[in-house]
Antibody, heavy 121, light 110 residues
Framework: QVQLVESGGGVVQPGRSLRLSCATSGFTFSVYAMHWVRQAPGKGLEWVAV????????FYADSVKGRVTISRDNSQNTLFLQMNSLRVEDTAVYYC??????????????WGQGTLVTVPS | QSVLTQPPSVSAAPRQNVTISCSGS????????VSWYQQVPGTAPKLLIS???DRPSKIPDRFSGSKSGTSATLGIAGLQTGDEADYYCAAWDSSLNIYVFGTGTKVTVL
C-alpha cells in the first residue's frame, strides 16, 4: 500500500539548519510532483514548497523562500526539505504529500503522517 | 501570499445539512481545480473532493462540492458526529505559482 514516512524533525535552535526526509513506497514516486505542507500548533494548513516530477521546477511560499530548498531522489523514492536559518515561526508539523492537481497534473493524493519541527524561543 | 477565505466555524444538529464556502480569485479557484480536505486533529488531512466536485472512492455521497466563478462550496448532508473535524479548500494559484489552502472551517455537531 501507499506509504510516505517523514523523518528528521526535532528540536533545533533558532538560526540552525535541519533536513527533513520523506521515504515513499507503493506508488510511482517519479511521476508525481511532490509537496511539503506544514501546520503550526493549533493553526491551519500552510503550503511550503513543491518540486516537479523531473526536478526541473521548484516553487516556494514567500514565508520560506531563500531559506528552504526542496529536492528529490527519484532513484530512492525520497523527498527532502533542507531548512536553514530556522525561526520560531517555523515550528510546525511538516507533511510530505502528493496533492491532487496540486501541480503538474497529479491525479493522486497521498500524505505522510508528519514530522514535528520545534524551534524554541 | 494569497489564501482562500473560509468561515471559521459552522455548526448544526445531527442529520442537518451544512455548507462551507471558499472564496478565492481568478488565479486560483477561477482557473484551477478546487480540492477539499477533512482533517481530524492530530491526523493528516484526507481528500474529500477533487477537481471541484469529484468524490474519491470510499467518500460517502453525503459530501459534495461545487464551484462558481471564484468561489467554491462544500456541502455535507445528513451531518453525523463523525463529521466533526476541520475542513480546508485548496487550489493551485497559476499566477503566483503556489498552492493555497483555505483558512479552515471547524465543523461542530451540536
Amino acid at each position: 500500500q501507499v506509504q510516505l514516512v517523514e523523518s528528521g524533525g526535532g528540536v533545533v535552535q533558532p538560526g540552525r539548519s535541519l533536513r527533513l526526509s520523506c521515504a515513499t513506497s507503493g506508488f510511482t514516486f517519479s511521476v508525481y510532483a511532490m509537496h511539503w505542507v506544514r501546520q503550526a500548533p493549533g493553526k491551519g494548513l500552510e503550503w511550503v514548497a513543491v518540486i516537479s516530477s523531473d526536478k526541473r521546477n521548484q516553487f516556494y511560499a514567500d514565508s520560506v523562500k531563500g531559506r528552504v530548498t526542496i529536492s528529490r531522489d527519484n532513484s530512492q523514492n525520497t523527498l527532502f526539505l533542507q531548512m536553514n536559518s530556522l525561526r520560531v515561526e517555523d515550528t510546525a508539523v511538516y507533511y510530505c504529500a502528493a496533492l491532487w492537481r496540486g501541480y503538474g497534473g497529479n491525479a493522486a493524493d497521498y500524505w505522510g503522517q508528519g514530522t514535528l519541527v520545534t524551534v524554541p524561543s | 501570499q494569497s489564501v482562500l477565505t473560509q468561515p471559521p466555524s459552522v455548526s448544526a444538529a445531527p442529520r442537518q445539512n451544512v455548507t462551507i464556502s471558499c472564496s478565492g480569485s481568478s488565479s486560483n479557484i477561477g482557473n484551477n481545480y478546487v480540492s477539499w480536505y477533512q482533517q481530524v486533529p492530530g491526523t493528516a488531512p484526507k481528500l474529500l473532493i477533487s477537481e471541484d466536485s469529484d468524490r474519491p472512492s470510499k467518500i460517502p455521497d453525503r459530501f459534495s462540492g461545487s464551484k462558481s466563478g471564484t468561489s467554491a462550496t462544500l456541502g455535507i448532508a445528513g451531518l453525523q458526529t463523525g463529521d466533526e473535524a476541520d475542513y480546508y479548500c485548496a487550489a493551485w494559484d497559476s499566477s503566483l505559482n503556489i498552492y493555497v489552502f483555505g483558512t479552515g472551517t471547524k465543523v461542530t455537531v451540536l
